[in-house]
């Protein structure tokens, strides 16, 4: 269906490009989580979730 859009010559040139932007992609998100507050996004892993409870006494 795409390919009657796009034509297969550029399907082909975008199929090639699929491996680079999946590691431009994982780069960008390790870099993101680098960059920012850790426990922003641990909060939405279950097992470290448990570890970073606040006890309200």
Same mark, same amino acid.
């Given at each position: 269906? &795409? $390919? +009657?859009?796009?034509? #297969?010559?550029?399907?082909? &040139? $975008? +199929?090639?490009?699929? #491996?680079?932007?999946?590691?431009?992609?994982?780069?960008?998100?390790?870099?993101?989580?680098?960059?920012?507050?850790?426990?922003?996004?641990?909060?939405?892993?279950?097992?470290?979730?448990?570890?970073?409870?606040?006890?309200?006494?």
């Amino acid at each position: 269906m &795409i $390919a +009657k859009v796009i034509g #297969p010559k550029y399907l082909a &040139i $975008a +199929k090639s490009w699929i #491996p680079t932007m999946a590691v431009w992609g994982t780069a960008g998100g390790v870099a993101l989580v680098h960059f920012t507050d850790w426990r922003l996004f641990l909060d939405y892993v279950p097992y470290i979730n448990g570890k970073f409870k606040k006890d309200d006494q």
